[in-house]
């Protein structure tokens, strides 16, 4: 699995993914880390499928006491399927989620860790001097659904939201956006239920300044592709999966 470090300053992230050895019927995902002196957070760590090629390359990384926290942004098996796994390797941990999800995602296996519930309105967590806010982002697809932001590096992890369905040795990084608009449109308008959801997360988001945003599949975008992103899901229809 490959590791990539997305930013470098006083804490740093890094994004894990394009395994080569995937099983080719699951849906690849992007792993992040966000790591500060003397901690760490995992977001979306992911499936059972993975865990074992995700643990190795975050040991690479960090030593395995200071991984004190793992997000997941909703319940879905390719966001934290491995928790069960996690627990044993990380009894000390907290896991921050919706609140909406503490009751299903617990079917994973969670005797050790420790569930941080986030309410609807969002939240935030330290790892040492940074404090990373959740970011509401209800029925973008699932029900209950949270994003992280960054205000120092100015990253938004954005969940399935700018997602794209791809190849796995495809690029890191969105290079022409209008050529990337057809690897996301089916998914967004097939996966995403509400334009009423979608229009204020889009106002919740416009307020944020955003460098990167890191989706939990496809590529990331960078600069001015966040606003032409957010102009594009904007004027999209979604939930299209209703019978007319
Ligand atoms: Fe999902
Ligand atoms: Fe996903």
């Given amino acids: 699995m490959k590791a990539v470090k997305i930013y470098e ?10 395994d080569p050895e995937k099983p080719e019927k699951i849906i690849d995902t992007n792993q992040y880390m966000v790591r500060t002196s003397h901690n760490a ?39 934290i399927s491995s928790l069960g796994l996690w627990d044993e390797v990380l009894p ?31 939240g935030s967590v330290h790892l040492d001097q940074l404090e990373l806010q959740f ?5 973008l697809h699932s029900s209950g659904n949270m994003h992280v932001y960054d205000p120092v590096a100015k990253i938004l992890f954005s969940g399935d939201i700018g997602a794209a369905l791809e190849p796995i040795d495809t690029p890191l990084f969105v ?9 996301m449109k ?15 997360w889009i106002r919740r988001v416009r307020k944020l300044e955003i460098k990167m945003m890191c989706p939990q599949h496809g590529r990331i975008f960078r600069g001015e592709q966040v606003t032409q992103f957010l102009d594009w899901f904007e004027a999209l229809e979604v939930g299209i999966a209703i019978p007319r």
């Fill in 92 to 122: 000390h941990a907290k896991l921050h989620s919706p609140w909406l999800w503490e009751g299903f995602i617990r079917h994973f296996g969670m005797k050790n860790i420790e569930f941080a519930q986030i309410e609807d309105k969002g």
């Fill in 175 to 183: 290079e022409d956006f209008e050529q990337h608009i057809s690897k």
């Fill in 135 to 139: 970011i509401p982002a209800h029925y």
């Fill in 9 to 18: 300053g006083n804490h740093e992230w890094v994004v894990y993914g394009r």
């Fill in 186 to 200: 089916y998914f967004h308008q097939r996966w995403m239920p509400s334009n009423e959801a979608k229009m204020d």
């Fill in 41 to 79: 957070i995992l977001l979306d760590p992911g499936g059972m499928e993975l865990f074992a090629p995700m643990l190795a390359s975050v040991l690479r990384e960090v030593p395995v006491e200071q991984i004190t926290h793992l997000f997941a942004s909703h319940q879905d098996p390719d966001i």
